[in-house]
């Protein structure tokens, strides 16, 4: 799984992130029990039973229990430990972790990006920097490879795309395996209880679990970390236990040649029940996915001090106990308990269960909401539950989903013995995603030689490949559910992606000459109307078809138009001093401008801040320096100037005074905020403070006059109200993606206007058709 979930305390973690405090360290480490660890923390509820589920039986000597710990410790050794802890956390992204993140180191240092409206000036970002190290002949020919054969690039998006709808089905099979694995252990001590009653209680949990998700996780987060920490200290406790009464020569099965005595004992069945042994290290991507909340000492803290060995306890006392019970192999955790503290333990793990499950939901909706931002998935309302901690969202229509499908699948297949056969397949294959991402960092971002990736690959890879080969085996035993959810979910991206990308090939290819349009202005009785009009496009150059469209059916527009494109870039953060890009169109008297707002991969577009008045900042910080740098267009005597004292308010706050004088109170942290201004004539970008070089009071110009008047008199938003058809001369299949799956998707997602924010007083729309 890939779980990006929100922190508990986002704003101690994101504090001391950088902080080598031993205190801080501890606390984040702690803290990130209850966000990173619930999910693999809960494995062992199912791994035995899962494992011993099919024809492998247990023989008097013991040597398949012995095996399978032994398949246990070491996957649970290397895969976690060894490449995760030593080697993935290192290869981080600004601090953040994950799929994105290394699909994003990549695109950076290789040039992969396929994404749309790509400028020089997203180098500049202070998150666009580079790794340090001299260029390899290996990483410079796998980076001219990616150039020259754009179907590689498009296949690489498409195996982050697969890691992705493959956590999105552990988002829908974790809560569904770990409630009905908790639950049914009430028929250790209640034998008479009927199935249904356990499914009707696995059903009931799940459906209060997602009903409590509009609320956020915040509210009960704090318990979050208290009840893992319980979790892992009463399954450990438990676990020395059982060694201590039952066997005590499990530890012997710590020898890697019990594995090899197990698969030459057990034959093809030793290999298919791989795909259960799987199961104990669900939940190892969260430790590098959820990298940007805590840091890489407190995961590895939390990790090798408690969550390790505590583990590793408890799958040692179930095989302890299991070497002395073999008839109790389908009930082994629950069997295990000790009679006096059963209860007690069954709660802990219902919760545990519980908790383990809100990471994986939280993780999904945080994956959805970067497809969204890298236009792979068709937009969806995206609610901020918290006001304080940065990242907690929801999506109300994938929540809904995700219930429907857990109860369905909780409801129609029961067995957690099939559920665990699909749930392997899913984790095993993001696993084997990040491997061979990381095998290319190492090349590409790292610039080490390919025999160091070749290595990472062939033993990370050759472990993983022999689970995913045992999972495949069981395709026709649950192993179906999430290569059908992976397929569905692959296809809306594929489809949504290529209809985005095809969308913005026409609006190239369709582009509008200003000069040509403004030449006919006096036959069309083309006017100017007082106010300032944002029409959003998708393009960062040129001037897109739906404001010739506009302008012909309707000759006349503002007196300031600015043409804005809301883009994501491949960073996981874009500074808010970085965040807009203003630049002029035409000559002067046009009183035409261009804003470009960046978002990375990773922040989120509907932010509570007063954008109109912003943009009327940049655009008039922009004319400023233009008078700065090239000269005042009035003398400092003529009576249209303004000055504003450096020392009192700044330009944001006295223009705010003038257009709005009875809202001054609502201006605060953005008066000071600065603007990167990018003039292309100079081909570069500076920050400007808002005074000159001496010192002296700023001057307003004539120019920024009519723009505070223009502001005045009020913004309209105009937007292109879009619809796409495949052309004549397409193929039946594209017909059917365009003209059927994306026109859905385009009509009954979330319009451009309510993902905007845009005042529906103010929202004036253009239909337009694209013929792609």
């Given at each position: 799984m890939d779980p990006e979930t929100p922190v508990i305390d986002g704003g101690l973690a994101l504090q001391n992130r950088k902080g080598t405090s031993c205190k801080a360290i501890l606390m984040l480490a702690y803290q990130s029990l209850g966000v990173v660890y619930g999910d693999l923390s809960t494995s062992p509820l199912y791994v035995y039973k899962s494992t011993f589920s099919g024809k492998l039986s247990l023989r008097e000597d013991d040597e398949e229990i012995l095996g399978v710990l032994s398949f246990i410790f070491w996957t649970f050794t290397l895969i976690p430990l060894f490449k995760y802890i030593f080697i993935v956390l290192s290869a981080d992204d600004n601090g953040e972790g994950g799929t994105f993140a290394l699909y994003s180191l990549l695109c950076r240092h290789a040039r992969l990006c396929i994404l749309p409206n790509k400028q020089a000036a997203d180098e500049k970002l202070s998150a666009y920097k580079m790794q340090d190290g001299v260029e390899t002949w290996e990483s410079s020919m796998l980076k001219s490879f990616f150039e020259k054969h754009p179907r590689f690039r498009l296949g690489l998006l498409m195996i982050v795309l697969l890691g992705t709808c493959m956590v999105i089905g552990d988002g829908i099979l974790t809560p569904t395996i770990s409630v009905l694995s908790a639950v049914s252990g009430v028929k250790v001590k209640i034998t008479e209880l009927h199935e249904n009653y356990i499914v009707a209680i696995s059903c009931l949990i799940l459906v209060g679990l997602f009903s409590l998700q509009h609320h956020g996780t915040h509210r009960v987060a704090f318990m979050f970390a208290p009840i893992v920490t319980a979790w892992l200290l009463c399954i450990s406790g438990i676990g020395i236990y059982n060694i201590f009464r039952w066997n005590t020569s499990v530890f012997h099965a710590l020898s890697p040649s019990y594995m090899f005595k197990f698969l030459k004992a057990t034959g093809k069945e030793g290999w298919v029940s791989l795909g259960g042994v799987i199961l104990c290290i669900t939940g190892a991507e969260a430790m590098f996915a959820n990298l940007g909340h805590f840091s890489q000492l407190s995961i590895k803290v939390a990790f090798t001090l408690?969550?390790?060995?505590?583990?590793i306890l408890a799958y040692m006392g179930e095989a302890a106990y299991l070497s002395k019970h073999h008839e109790d192999i389908q009930r082994s955790f629950y069997k295990a308990i000790p009679e006096a503290v059963f209860w007690p333990?069954?709660?802990?793990?219902?919760?545990?269960?519980?908790?383990?499950?809100?990471?994986?939901?939280?993780?999904?909706?945080?994956?959805?909401?970067?497809?969204?931002?890298?236009?792979?998935?068709?937009?969806?309302?995206?609610?901020?539950?918290?006001?304080?901690?940065?990242?907690?969202?929801?999506?109300?229509?994938?929540?809904?989903?995700?219930?429907?499908?857990?109860?369905?699948?909780?409801?129609?297949?029961?067995?957690?013995?099939?559920?665990?056969?699909?749930?392997?397949?899913?984790?095993?294959?993001?696993?084997?995603?990040?491997?061979?991402?990381?095998?290319?960092?190492?090349?590409?971002?790292?610039?080490?030689?390919?025999?160091?990736?070749?290595?990472?690959?062939?033993f990370f890879g050759f472990i993983e490949l022999l689970y995913l080969s045992a999972s495949l085996i069981k395709v026709h035993e649950g192993g179906w559910i999430p290569l059908s959810l992976s397929l569905i979910f692959m296809g809306i991206m594929y489809v949504w992606h290529y209809g985005t990308i095809k969308k913005h090939e026409f609006d190239l290819e369709n582009k509008v000459s200003m000069k040509r349009l403004l030449s006919l202005g006096p036959s069309l009785g083309m006017v100017r109307v007082p106010g300032i009009g944002l029409l959003y496009t998708d393009l960062v150059t040129g001037v897109p078809a739906v404001f010739g469209h506009f302008v012909t059916n309707l000759p006349a527009f503002h007196q300031v138009l600015v043409f804005v494109c809301i883009k994501s870039v491949h960073v996981p953060h874009v500074l808010e001093k970085e965040r807009f890009l203003v630049s002029r169109i035409g000559p002067k008297e046009f009183q035409m401008f261009r804003c470009t707002v960046r978002y990375g991969y990773k922040d989120l577009q509907q932010e509570n801040y007063d954008f109109e008045n912003r943009l009327v900042s940049a655009i008039f910080k922009l004319v400023q320096m233009e008078e700065r740098e090239l000269g005042p267009i009035l003398?400092?005597?003529?009576?249209?100037?303004?000055?504003?004292?450096?020392?009192?308010?700044?330009?944001?706050?006295?223009?705010?005074?003038?257009?709005?004088?009875?809202?001054?109170?609502?201006?605060q942290s953005s008066c000071s905020m600065d603007i990167q201004v990018m003039m292309p004539e100079m081909g570069n970008s500076e920050i400007w403070d808002g005074l000159d070089e001496l010192g002296k009071e700023p001057v307003i110009g004539q120019e920024c006059l009519e723009i505070m008047k223009a502001r005045e008199a009020g913004v309209a938003y105009i937007l292109g109200h879009s619809y796409a058809k495949a052309k004549k001369s397409s193929s039946l299949l594209k017909k059917l993606a365009i003209d059927v799956v994306y026109a859905f998707f385009s009509k009954n997602c979330r319009g451009p206007d309510v993902a905007l924010n845009v005042p529906h007083v103010s929202l004036l729309e253009v239909g337009m058709i694209y013929y792609v």
């Open positions: 408690l969550v390790y060995p505590c583990l333990v069954f709660i802990v793990a219902t919760l545990a269960a519980v908790v383990g499950s809100q990471a994986v939901i939280s993780a999904t909706f945080s994956m959805i909401s970067q497809c969204c931002a890298l236009s792979c998935f068709p937009r969806v309302k995206i609610v901020h539950t918290s006001s304080e901690i940065y990242g907690q969202i929801y999506i109300p229509e994938i929540n809904w989903i995700l219930m429907c499908l857990c109860l369905a699948i909780t409801v129609g297949i029961r067995d957690t013995n099939t559920i665990g056969h699909a749930y392997g397949l899913a984790v095993v294959t993001v696993m084997f995603v990040t491997t061979c991402l990381m095998s290319l960092v190492i090349v590409v971002v790292w610039k080490q030689k390919v025999i160091v990736a070749l290595l990472f690959l062939s003398k400092p005597e003529t009576s249209s100037q303004m000055r504003i004292s450096p020392g009192s308010d700044s330009l944001n706050m006295h223009m705010q005074r003038l257009t709005h004088p009875n809202q001054e109170e609502n201006m």
